[in-house]
Nanobody, 122 residues
């Protein structure tokens, strides 16, 4: 059973940083695409950042380029999202997701974990 457990969300002031973590299990982490999506209140989910299954391509949404960094630790089956210079518009529930396909550019992933709430105050 695919399991994706995200953590690290919270309340933070604008301009500060947070790091999200996602522990994955139940699938071959090295062979799957992995990434982060978010859903703000009243909006559709959007892909924030993803790594393709071969690790060759990394996607970032335009709204987070230069501020967010995705990384993965294959030995720990964990993916991270370092979020710097946070803005109130980054407020959303953030989800870790995995895809059995190539997974680039960060759409329609197969498996989703429970989200973690990030709230950025102005």
């Amino acid at each position: 059973e695919v399991q994706l457990q995200a953590s690290g969300g919270g309340l933070v002031q604008a301009g500060r940083s947070l790091r999200l973590s996602c522990a994955a299990s139940g699938f071959s982490f090295d062979d799957y695409a992995i990434g982060w999506f978010r859903q703000a209140p009243g909006k559709e989910p959007e892909g924030v950042s993803c790594i393709s299954s071969d690790d060759e391509h990394t996607f970032y949404a335009d709204s987070v380029k230069g501020r967010f960094t995705i990384s993965s630790d294959n030995a720990k089956n964990t993916v991270y999202l370092q979020m710097n210079s946070l803005k109130p518009e980054d407020t959303a529930v953030y989800y870790c997701a995995a895809d059995s396909g190539y997974g680039y550019p960060c759409k329609n992933y197969d498996f989703w974990g429970r989200g973690t709430l990030v709230t950025v105050s102005s």
